[in-house]
């Protein structure tokens, strides 16, 4: 063989162990008719419908927008429930390990059904009602969501490393399981940080 074979023989080679090797990640983002990856989408973005501009350093009584959003993808039109819940920095969010959602109640529900291969999207409005101040402590006694007022009573210390009192505005995904006939927690979830500390 000259030189100029193995070399040929070589690079067709290394891109078929390349194509071998990429094989897996290729099937996470292209579908096949019979081998298709089931998934849902769920997306926060802020008041421009994009990835940017998340309500951050809030007033009270100073309404912000979010857009809440869903894409189905799990080969059937399905039943999906979206809870909204606030949180400190202590508190529980969802655990990634044990795949359980957070222990917090929740404040506001969205309840709808997709189609396959379809998007929901709707706006999420909400304002911190009321706010008590302690020494290095803050204390949300109320919040507004949709226009529906909730009761909390959620406490932040100050934050010397990041200088603000911080808050969590998060929302889990659950799905109706056809299997188990129950609605079941879809491990996912979406958050955005608020910093309460202009408010003061």
């Given at each position: ?27 996470l ?24 501009e ?51 109640p ?41 226009d ?53």
């Open positions: 063989m000259t030189l100029e074979e193995y070399q040929a023989l070589f690079t067709v080679g290394a891109l078929v162990l390349i194509l071998l090797a990429a094989s897996p990640s290729v099937g983002l292209v579908s096949f008719p019979d081998g298709r990856q089931r998934f849902s989408e769920f997306w926060v973005l802020g008041p421009n419908h994009m990835m940017e998340y309500p951050f350093n809030v007033e009270v009584n100073g309404t912000s927008t979010v857009f809440v959003g869903v894409g189905n993808h799990l080969g059937v039109s399905s039943y999906y429930l979206v809870y909204v819940k606030f949180r400190n920095q202590s508190q529980p969010l969802p655990d990634a390990i044990s795949f359980e959602p957070s222990s917090l929740p404040l506001y529900e969205f309840h709808f059904v997709v189609a396959e291969d379809e998007n929901w999207e709707k706006p999420l409005a909400f304002k911190i009602l009321r706010v008590e101040r302690g020494t290095n402590l803050t204390i949300v006694k109320g919040i507004s969501i949709n529906v007022d909730f009761p909390v009573d959620s406490s932040a210390k100050w934050d010397s490393e990041y200088n603000g009192f911080y808050y969590q505005l998060f929302f889990e995904l659950w799905f109706y399981n056809m299997t188990s006939r129950s609605l079941q927690y879809h491990e996912r979830f979406v958050s955005i940080w608020l910093n309460l500390t202009s408010t003061i």
